[in-house]
């Protein structure tokens, strides 16, 4: 059973670029969070989605970030017009479908590297 | 701002001795915690969890104490290991129902052979 994939691993923009990051939860897993990690800081939550709906998206700048999850595919984290503040590690992360749609046990993908020159 | 955060920073300890890392917490609605072990440039993989209804948790090697009353939360390692080395972070749900993981800053944990 293979773990949350994220891809690519590394991701290098120039700023004004659009960056697309993607992720392919557990198999049968249908909750996918977002995290973002700054050097030597903890996980800042982003967004929270389930297949088709974004949840909760409170920890997402209104502008520049959009996030989906579509019926089919993987989820899509996505900048545009990308800033060097945007440089960071974005990790995905993916629950199982509980009722009560609780979040425990997240688990980790290896995360995208996006640097912004 | 941050309502989870570390005492230490870091920390060094000889293998086959026991390690402590603390985390404090300040929202006492949480109701869920875990602590991740995050290798260099891996993701975050969990090491247990402990509901707010319980003060002590055991795994394989690791035991997590939850002391609500001063809102605060340790990892014990015991029989620390080369491969125990990397940074951990406390998390928290702040209440039923949240989405929303809230992590400490990370304590990173050096083994010394």
């Known amino acids: 059973n293979a773990g949350v994939m994220q891809n690519p691993r590394h991701l290098v923009r120039r700023r004004g670029q659009e960056a697309r990051l993607r992720c392919s939860p557990m198999?049968?897993?249908?909750?996918v969070y977002w995290y973002r990690q700054l050097p030597e800081e903890g996980l800042k939550f982003m967004v929270y989605?389930?297949?088709?709906?974004?949840?909760?998206e409170s920890g997402m700048p209104k502008e520049r970030f959009s996030a989906e999850f579509p019926k089919e595919g993987p989820s899509i984290l996505r900048i545009q017009q990308v800033v060097r503040g945007d440089s960071a590690a974005y990790f995905c992360a993916s629950s199982p479908s509980v009722a009560g749609g609780t979040n425990e046990k997240l688990f980790f993908g290896s995360g995208t590297q996006l640097s912004v020159l | 701002g941050e309502s989870v955060g570390l005492h230490l920073p870091t920390l060094s300890v000889q293998e086959g001795d026991n390690s402590i890392i603390n985390c404090a917490y300040s929202?006492?609605?949480?109701?869920?915690f875990i602590w991740y072990k995050q290798e260099s440039g891996k993701g975050p993989q969990f090491i247990i969890d402990?509901?707010?209804?319980?003060d002590k948790r055991q795994g394989q090697r690791v035991t997590v104490l939850l002391n609500k009353t001063v809102k605060h939360l340790s990892l014990q390692i015991a029989a620390t290991q080369p491969g125990d080395s990397a940074v951990y972070f406390c998390?928290?749900?702040?209440?039923?129902?949240?989405?929303?993981?809230?992590f400490g800053k990370g304590t990173k944990l050096s083994v010394i052979p």
């Open positions: 998390a928290e749900r702040q209440g039923a129902g949240s989405y929303q993981l809230t």
């Open positions: 402990i509901r707010s209804n319980m």
């Open positions: 929202n006492s609605a949480s109701d869920y």
């Open positions: 198999k049968g897993h249908s909750h």
């Open positions: 989605l389930q297949k088709e709906n974004i949840i909760d």
